[in-house]
């Protein structure tokens, strides 16, 4: 099919109709909690908020494409709840970065720690995301194909303290209601169906995997609580301070409040306010109060703890307290490393997704995978040093450090560079990816950093909840020299495994980055097309 058949999208717009549009926007987002606060700005007795980046119109997006993403889903909740179980082929594949990366170095630490002590919890709970972008290829004649041609391709997946779940829920429902009220017919003159615009619940959805863990630990524990006195027990969010995305983490709190849940916050490091008590339970001391009777903590929702810099003695020890807790982890360790990209390069090896996943599974899991590269001193990471190093063989590659939080990237030709700079025996810690070549389709974004219209690049994230059972013996022996010779896998016992909901982001495809923060990448949602 060719691309006329996909419809011209978004309309051309008068002033007036734009200014409309922005106020409906603003308005919209001001009124339902769709925004960054600047915390850096608050004061004693107010803080300021502003709009978080949205674009003004929900995005073409195969429909296709997006009903892959959601039905591969439950396949990458299974195979990371896998790896985080497999200690021994975790540990291959996260290879020098044990003893390389300060963050990784800690949280391995950690888990032989308490691997060692034996673990008090046997539940592992799981909120992920994976995200992927459209990938049209370039064809011979240097033009890209009709996105009715789009293959989906992952960017990444994670694991730990995944955001943007409520920003995503409140932009979909934003564009609906501009939908479903007619107001982009009336303020400008396009046709937006809302049945092609996707219900998004993804509020919903992790609050009941919160919930979900919860109630088990209450069946788990029985009604016996810790010695006298003890309420509880509740949920802990573990969260950073001076929080900007306050608005992504709250209503998910409220909502727990709101089915009967006690849910608390905690700020990583703050070690006054939880401790592990002798028979390892969790217990949470509010502040200001920490000679009153304490609460008992079902769950650990970590929405920090995820940067180097917060492991200094006082994050590590909490972290450790947490993991040795009878508390349940959302995640635990093993399923926070298995965010790093060093996995996600060392589940392209051959066999390594097939470990973990029926083979029919692996397959599809196996399409959305993008070239990557570890630049260790195998034959393969030479390969791939000599592309790193050449600024033109460069220029279709990523390079990517094993850190989270965004911003770390080096595109393109600017990776020979870096890597000059960069002392030669720390390139093992990067992985190089293959860029993924995403048709530019057209929108409005209105954001902190400006009113832009032009060419856009939009990333789905599929997200995942999953609630599982530890095996009983796991695997840790470190005598195998690669990761397919560990031959058996722990046996996994699911108990639940749920698709939990997506969200779009877009940003102009002049930048590289998708900092939502920084005000580049804005919430959306896709506008489905058959095609
Ligand atoms: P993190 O979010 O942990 O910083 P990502 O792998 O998601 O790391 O990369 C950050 C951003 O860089 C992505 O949101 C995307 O915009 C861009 N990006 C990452 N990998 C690719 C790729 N292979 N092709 C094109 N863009 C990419
Ligand atoms: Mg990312």
Known sequence: MSTHAIPKHPPDLSETQLDALITEAKDWQLTHGSLLKLVLREQENTVPAVPIGVALFPTLFPRRLFAEAADLQQCFNQLYMAIAEDDAWLEQALGSLIESDHLVKTLWRIHCQVRSEGFAQTLNLGVFRSDYMLHCPLNSDGDQPSLVAAELKQVEVNTVSVAGGTHGNLVANMQRAFATRGIYEDLAGASCDPLTLPINETIQSIVDALEKGHRSYDSLQGAELTGIGSRGPCVIFLVQPYNVNICDERPLEYALWERGIPTFRVIFGKNDQLRVDASRKLLYYPPEQVTSNPWEVSVVYIRAGYDSSEYDEHGTRMRLDIERSCAIKCPPITCHLATLKAVQQALTAPGAVERFLPAEQAARVRTTFMPMYLLDDSVHGKEARALAVDPELAASFVLKPSLEG??????????????????????????????????????????????????VISELGIFGACLWRRSEEPSHSTTATSPSEHKVPPSL????????????????????EMSVVKGFGCFDSPLLFDG
Request: cysteine-free; proline content about 7%.
């Open 406 to 455: 965004g911003g770390h990237n080096v595109y393109r030709s600017e990776i020979s560079a870096f890597l000059a700079q960069t002392p030669e025996e720390r390139w093992h810690d990067y992985i190089l990816m293959e860029m993924i070549s995403s048709p530019p389709l057209e929108n409005i974004l209105l954001s902190p950093a400006g009113l832009y219209r032009g060419p």
């Open 493 to 512: 016992d699911i108990i639940s495994n749920e698709n939990a909901g997506w969200s779009l982001k877009t940003k102009s495809k002049d930048v590289n």
